[in-house]
């Protein structure tokens, strides 16, 4: 298991709305910690960065050693930041990192799972297993695993909350997506479940499902380690004209609803999925 400290603050920063002015919300400040699985990618970064300077400790996780350092040392902004290899379709892999993160700061307060791929977009009679595989291991069975880690940790405080990033996707159907789409809706279901599951012992489970900005995520059988892209992509050409607020989402968009289902703002939500999309699901 590799695990990367933070070694200097505010190289390349990941600057948003919450890192320039941050909010202030009851149950994120210094106490907190914060594991968020996919957090040296776009809107996982966007996310640690605000949960940085909001003063909470935060663990983000990857499976490129280069790409998790970049992003401890671009999103660390006052509260602590630690970097995890692990990939999350490796049980033994998620246990490690989160028993390292229980045992270095001694609670987990709240999981963010972001760790996803795409797949190949191939027709259904062309997908092979190994992509099947792939794409359910690392979008559902992954959350399975985080959760269940997470939780045990969680249990000891009688508190917790996890957001499952799920996607339009998961709802709205395009052509050929035969797992990643699938998959979501999957994640969706499972936040439900688990939201029945753990609410005795005070854990929320919440889904957000983001409208689509362009960024890195990696496909079936790309290598992860590109870095996330951290910039505006309002020049992006593709057509915005069935978003009712006539825009593609920025990554920190992401970012807010994330918060508040974190926050004590939430306290009485579980099981519950926020469209943060613009409006476009709303439109026929
Ligand atoms: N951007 C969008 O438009 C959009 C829309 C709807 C939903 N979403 C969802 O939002 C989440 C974040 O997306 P993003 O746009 O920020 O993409 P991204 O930049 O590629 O972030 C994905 C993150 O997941 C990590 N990851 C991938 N496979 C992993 C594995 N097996 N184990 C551990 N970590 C893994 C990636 O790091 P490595 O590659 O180094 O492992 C990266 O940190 C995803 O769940 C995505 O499905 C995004």
Redesign the pocket.
Known sequence: MVQIGSEKNGVDMVTNDYVAKPPVLPGIDETSVVVI????????SHCAAALSKMGARVAI????QV??KECVQSVSYGGEVFGLV????SSVQVDTAVNSVADKWGRIDALV??????DSGRHLEEVEDSEIAAVL???LV?AMYLARACAVVMKQHTKGSIVN?????GHRVTPHRIT?GPA?AALEHLSRQLSVDLGRYGIRVNTI??????????RFNES???P??TSDPEGNPTPTRRIPLSRR?K?ED?VGAILFLLSDLASYVTGVNIWVDGGASVVR
């Not at 996780?61 to 490129?64: L, N």
């Open positions: 699985a996919g957090g040296s990618g776009a809107i996982g996780t990857g499976r490129s790409r998790v692990a990939d999350v379709s799972n972001l760790a996803a791929i795409g291991n690392t979008n992954g990033v799920s996607s339009i996707g990643y979501k499902s983001p409208g689509q900005t362009p960024s890195n995520l990696r992860p380690g590109l996330p892209i989402g990554f992401y």
